[in-house]
């Protein structure tokens, strides 16, 4: 045991947060990046797919919740449609300026 703690003691750990928080509660499902604009959306388990802004600093742009438990994210490569995958099947939606419809 001394010797696994002195190795933990050596060597830093290579994941360290981006915020203190996280940027999500659950365990995340799926994240997609769009090639034309600078956006990248995540989907957790706790019901909940939020789009990001990255750039020079990266910022929160606006955040969705369902009902239902998503199971899989793909986002167009311009960045304008979304589809996630439910249990009962895929939608659809169209990503506007602060929300999906």
Not at 9 to 26: H, I, M, N, S, T
Not at 38 to 47: E, F, H
Not at 71 to 87: E, R, T, V, Y
Request: proline residues 4%.
């Amino acid at each position: 045991m001394a010797m696994v703690d002195a190795i933990k003691g050596a060597f830093k750990d290579p994941f360290e947060p981006v915020f203190e928080k996280g940027l999500q509660k659950g365990d995340i499902l799926g994240i997609e990046g769009s090639i034309a604009r600078s956006i990248i959306v995540t989907l957790a388990k706790d019901k909940t797919c939020k789009f990001w802004e990255y750039g020079s600093e990266i910022k929160g742009i606006f955040s969705n919740t369902f009902i239902e438990s998503p199971n899989c994210c793909s986002l167009h490569p311009l960045g304008n449609q979304l589809a996630i995958g439910f249990k009962d099947g895929l939608r659809i939606y169209y990503c506007l300026e602060n929300e999906l419809k």
